[in-house]
């Protein structure tokens, strides 16, 4: 079946094309223009919070295809219910705008003698997600850790079980293309039954508080070496 590609003034396509060309500058750009008018109202968004501790502001989606901004702050935060351990159905392409960001990746033994964790199905939804628990117990073990700073771009394909850090204030701008008929996966330990998560929406003044904040970070710590044109 053909893929439908997203709408050419798409903000992923105008992304995927500032990215593309190194202008990660350009990026900061855009993300302030974005969150200038979530705080105007001319660009309706609900924040929500993530399992995996951020706020996401989902920008775009359509025909497969996404954009969000992923925001690490201070008291609007959620917590797992299986582990950080995590792989997408998606693949991945993001920027950070600010702070610092790790990416520990995992190597996946399914036939150890010692299994720790049972993977885990996340099937999203509109109104969250349904965790159900596989026949597969596995272990794992780091294959290598990277930190990614203002300005770095950086990508994750598909099924990659990884674990993100993230210490202090940090936010990213985040690229994902779905790959269709692939369930999201986590690790968890094996007792863990199947339940559902429901996401949480942030209030108004949640959502336009954390869209303040980025947006003065993203005003103060403006690079001094832009290009003319960004």
Known sequence: MKRIAPHPDSDY????RLLDGGRP???????????????????????????????????FREAGHGVCLHV??????????TSAIHAHSWD????????EVGNE?????????????????????RDGDQVRGTNRMVSYRRRSREF?????????????FHVSEVGGEAATVALGRDRHGRPDLSLAPPH????????????????RRVAGLVLARLRDDAPSDRRPDE
Do not use: K
């Open 192 to 207: 863990v039954h199947d339940h559902r998560v429901h996401r949480t929406v942030c209030t108004p003044e949640e959502t």
């Open 92 to 99: 991945l392409v993001s920027t950070v705008l600010y702070g």
């Open 105 to 125: 990746v995992m190597e996946i033994d399914a036939g150890g003698v010692a299994p720790t964790h049972r993977l885990y199905e996340i099937h999203s939804g």
């Open 13 to 16: 396509r105008r992304l995927q």
């Open 148 to 160: 990614f700073r203002r300005g770095d771009v950086y990508d994750l394909p598909h099924g990659v």
């Open 25 to 59: 500058h350009a990026v900061r750009t855009w993300a302030a223009g974005y969150l200038a008018a979530v705080l105007t109202g001319n660009r309706p968004a609900h924040a929500v919070r993530h399992p995996l501790g951020f706020v996401c502001f989902p920008v």
């Open 72 to 81: 690490w702050t201070e008291g609007v935060c959620s917590s797992s219910t």
